[in-house]
């Protein structure tokens, strides 16, 4: 599976922004996604994931309530919408596909990451 992330930008604080991971491969429907985030001179941190069919979700604390994942499995794509983003929230986000967990090790596949900006 390789996954290719996209919808960087600059926003303001206050803002929304919707970021997509397009997939490739047949087996994408198969796999739980997640997406990361890692800020400047921070570890890469778990922002939410969603199982395979979509009903499944867990998110971040620091996210639940202002960001959603979704899927559409038959364009191989999974979103992310952020809604009132706040400077905190400036990061580069990276999706990944192989498991519905918190830890960056149970994942087996990773985008190559999307700038996020958030002006206060």
């Known amino acids: 599976v390789q996954l290719q992330a996209s919808g960087r930008g600059l926003v303001q604080a206050g803002g929304f922004l919707r970021l997509s991971c397009a997939a490739s491969?047949?087996?994408?429907?198969?796999?739980?996604m997640g997406w990361f985030r890692q800020a400047p001179g921070k570890e890469r941190e778990f922002v939410t994931a969603i199982d395979w069919s979509g009903v499944i979700r867990y998110y971040a604390d620091s996210v639940k309530d202002r960001f959603t994942i979704t899927r559409d499995n038959a364009k191989n794509t999974v979103y992310l919408q952020m809604n009132t983003l706040n400077p905190e929230d400036t990061a580069v986000y990276y999706c990944?596909?192989?498991?519905?967990?918190?830890?960056?090790?149970?994942?087996?596949?990773w985008g190559q990451g999307t700038q996020v900006t958030v002006s206060s």
């Open positions: 990944a596909a192989g498991s519905l967990g918190k830890d960056i090790r149970m994942y087996m596949y």
């Open positions: 491969g047949r087996t994408f429907s198969t796999y739980p």
